[in-house]
């Protein structure tokens, strides 16, 4: 993608992407909360004609590169115009893949990237992207921390919405990767009600927290475990067996992956005298739980 092609593309689009929503639009301007800090009053002006913006609270603006490339920097991530325009290509193409830098291409398989620091969600920009996800950050905030990884290499620290596994490590997500702090684990949460029946397993933190969301906050009265990849069935498997369980509750993808992971948790739970009960039927057709319930909000992906 050329200059001239990046700057044609609306600036609304691009925030749109983000999961920012107008707050108030007349024919020639709209106004939105800055994704550069938590506010309640919306200070960020987009010149609809113009297509550029200004935000108030920060006393700076320009065209849409120029967003693009303080939102990368806002976020501890490199921020040239190429890496602009890599990201602005990616969102017109549709994909959410966009990776700033090979060197934290995948985080799990990134020995150089280190866990710096912990604390409760606060970034602007992770703030934004949970909420795209559909996911309030009122019921966030008791599963997720915000989490900042050190890159030894590059010297740079970046920032992350962090979900705890069983290890010490972190599955980690923010708008432009996924991967995790070793050790790569399990993530189990505790049901409300006293030695439980029942067990439910998610495959990912953002489809366990869509039907948090979906149940008002409420959490689940069995016990969950979270694989956080299809890689960890076995460290799954462990921490059911013998425990007593009548029922497991699977929300794996509607893919040949979902498929298979639960066929091998039915032949484990025949041995263990559990009932599988595959949740598919509330989510499809679509690809998992999270994408579902973007769709009963009308988010996009």
């Given at each position: 993608?050329?200059?001239e092609k ?30 550069f ?15 550029i913006?200004f ?6 603006g ?17 921020f040239?115009?190429s890496?602009a ?10 994909t ?48 997720v ?28 997500r ?14 189990f ?12 397993i ?53 893919d ?22 595959p ?8 690809k998992?739980v ?10 996009g992906?």
């Open positions: 993608m050329d200059i990046a700057k044609s593309i609306p600036l609304s689009a691009i925030l749109e992407k983000l999961g920012l929503s107008v707050k108030k639009q007349t024919q020639k301007e709209a106004w939105y909360l800055s994704p800090r938590d506010e309640k009053t919306p200070s960020f002006h987009v010149d609809l004609s113009k297509n913006w935000d108030f609270g920060e006393n700076r320009g065209d849409s590169i120029k967003f693009v490339c303080d939102y990368l920097e806002s976020g501890g991530y490199d040239t115009v890496d325009l890599r990201w602005l290509r990616n969102m017109v193409e549709g959410a893949d966009f990776q700033p830098s090979p060197a934290i291409k995948n985080i799990d398989e990134n020995p150089k990237l280190v866990l710096k620091d912990v604390h409760p969600l606060r970034h602007a920009a992770l703030i934004h992207y949970i909420k795209s996800r559909g996911i309030p950050p009122k019921f966030a905030h008791k599963y921390r915000e989490v900042s990884a050190y890159h030894t290499e590059k010297k740079k620290t970046y920032f992350s919405i962090g979900f705890p596994n069983e290890e010490n490590g972190y599955e980690l923010n708008p432009f990767f996924k991967g995790c702090i070793r050790p790569k684990y399990i993530s949460i505790r049901g409300t009600v006293t030695k439980p029946k029942g067990i439910h998610f495959e990912g933190f953002m489809d366990y927290l869509s039907v948090i969301t979906q149940r008002k906050g409420k959490p689940l009265s069995n016990d969950t475990i979270v694989l956080n990849s299809l890689t960890c069935i076995g460290q799954a498997k462990a921490y059911i067996k013998g425990y007593g369980y009548a029922v497991g509750f699977t929300w794996f993808d509607n040949k992956a979902g498929e298979k992971a639960a066929k091998a948790f039915n032949e484990f739970f025949k041995s263990e005298g559990i009932i599988l009960k949740k598919n039927d509330i989510y499809a057709p679509h998992d999270n994408a579902w319930h973007m769709h009963t909000l009308g988010l992906l």
